[in-house]
């Protein structure tokens, strides 16, 4: 089984199945009280008793119910627009095997986020000691984040110089405007970026 897979309409399903159950126990709230003021009708010339709390102890317990299912949809869903690391996703771990590939000098602007229900992107720049082992350490790259549940990897490959690896952008920007618009800096950096922190 690949790790991290599950349907993609997982979340429309679950949002579906909410709303019916939100329906369902409404009907049943309104049977359920109807069924005792019909066996036990109120008098109109008594005070209220505790007939008079049914409705709206029974509404309170379906508020109480639908919540509690629908918070955890919506935290879920919230990270997704928020593009944060998906659960279970070790970017750390993930980190160390990629500094693990032969012919990989260093990597930076690494960024992984859910963009559907089990979909998982991550894109990064590598910086290659060689352009002979481009294809090979791209492979292995790609093989490390599938075994971590994440099969949609971009790759911005970019060649190391002879005096040692830097972490600044191969590709400068086109003008001098857009530098800060840039997902990396042109001024060395001695640290890579991992969702927008430093690492």
């Not at 089984?1 to 679950?14: C, E, T, V």
């Not at 993930?94 to 992107?121: A, D, R, T, Y």
């Not at 990396?184 to 922190?197: E, F, K, L, T, V």
Request: hydrophobic share 40%; proline share 4%; charged share 15%.
């Amino acid at each position: 089984r690949i790790a991290g897979k599950k349907s993609s309409s997982a979340l429309n399903i679950r949002g579906v199945l909410l709303h019916v159950m939100g329906d369902a126990l409404a009907s049943v709230v309104v049977v359920v009280a109807a069924t005792i003021f019909y066996l036990l009708p109120l008098e109109r010339n008594l005070p209220c008793n505790w007939q008079c709390y049914i409705d709206p102890s029974l509404t309170v317990i379906i508020v109480v119910i639908i919540l509690s299912s629908a918070f955890p949809l919506i935290k879920e869903t919230s990270k997704m627009l928020l593009q944060m690391v998906p659960k279970g996703i070790k970017i750390e771990g993930i980190c160390e095997k990629l500094n693990e590939v032969p012919g990989v000098q260093s990597f930076h602007e690494l960024h992984i986020w859910e963009l559907s229900g089990g979909k998982n992107i991550a894109t990064l720049h590598v910086k290659y000691s060689d352009s002979a082992a481009v294809h090979t350490a791209s492979c292995q790259m790609r093989e490390v984040f599938h075994s971590a549940g994440i099969h949609a990897v971009t790759i911005q490959s970019e060649l190391c110089g002879t005096k040692g690896a830097v972490l600044t952008c191969s590709y400068p920007c086109v003008s001098k405007e857009c530098e800060s618009q840039m997902c990396c800096s042109q001024q060395a950096n001695p640290y890579a970026g991992i969702n927008g922190y430093a690492e």
